[in-house]
């Protein structure tokens, strides 16, 4: 498996921005898709962004509620992935996981079970 480390959450005020970062200690970084997933309290852990290993570095997928928002970039030589967080919202508030995935595919990459590896995550909170 391979250990991730989040950084970057704190609190924000709504219409503010962040910038999350995840190290990955694997030497075959470039081969993973990674992805984002937060977890509220009382809610469910839920997909935000993902970067299949085979996308150029301006492609991303990120979910619905982030859409405009938010943006994933990985940066290969750094084992680095990041989520650019702008015009946050009360509603974004969660814990934010990093999760790496060497066998998923495209069609899998927004589902929790595709992931083998989790950071302990960092939190968010956006006040109003």
């Known amino acids: 498996q391979v250990q991730l480390v989040e950084s970057g959450g704190g609190l924000v005020q709504a219409g503010g921005s962040l910038r999350l970062s995840c190290e990955a200690s694997?030497?075959?970084?470039?081969?993973?898709?990674m992805a984002w997933f937060r977890q509220a309290p009382g809610k469910e852990r839920e997909f935000v962004a993902a970067k299949n290993w085979r996308w150029s570095s301006s492609r991303g997928d990120v979910a619905d509620s982030v859409k405009g928002r938010f943006t994933i970039s990985r940066d290969n030589a750094k084992n680095t992935v990041y989520l650019q967080m702008h015009s946050l919202k009360p509603d974004d508030t969660a814990r934010y996981y990093c999760a790496a995935s060497f066998f998923g595919t495209v069609s899998t990459m927004t589902q929790i079970s595709a992931y083998e590896s989790w950071g302990q995550g960092t939190q968010v909170t956006v006040s109003s």
């Open positions: 694997a030497n075959t970084f470039n081969r993973y898709t």
